[in-house]
């Protein structure tokens, strides 16, 4: 079983920045990605942005340029920049762990508690 533990979050201001992290552990593991999705009242629960263990980085649409994602492998973490951040951006932020573990080291998703994320005024 693959821990997620994520930091971060909190109230901002139209405009304003926050940055979330997110720590995997375990202990035998082998990570394929890492990502945050988000999920805000009423809605599914969407990607924000992921990034493999070999550097590709997705992003969705509406954060595209604002938002920035990085992962460092050997501390097995994930943070995301968030900037200009909107209204639109209120969510429950999740970190997933994409990995596998044994005994049949097939890929999995592993998922965090949630960290929420308020942008108003």
């Known amino acids: 079983q693959v821990q997620v533990v994520e930091s971060g979050g909190g109230l901002v201001q139209p405009g304003g920045s926050l940055r979330l992290s997110c720590a995997a552990s375990?202990?035998?593991?082998?990570?394929?990605?890492m990502g945050w999705y988000r999920q805000a009242p009423g809605k599914q629960r969407e990607l924000v942005a992921i990034?493999?263990?070999?550097?590709?980085?997705t992003y969705a649409a509406s954060v595209k340029g604002r938002f920035d994602i990085s992962y460092e492998d050997s501390k097995k973490t994930v943070q995301i920049q968030m900037n200009d951040l909107k209204p639109e951006d209120t969510a429950v932020y999740y970190c997933k762990v994409v990995a596998r573990t044994p005994p049949a080291f097939t890929l999995q998703d592993y998922w965090g508690q949630g960290t929420q994320v308020t942008v108003s005024s």
């Open positions: 990034v493999t263990r070999s550097g590709t980085k």
């Open positions: 375990a202990s035998t593991f082998s990570i394929n990605a």
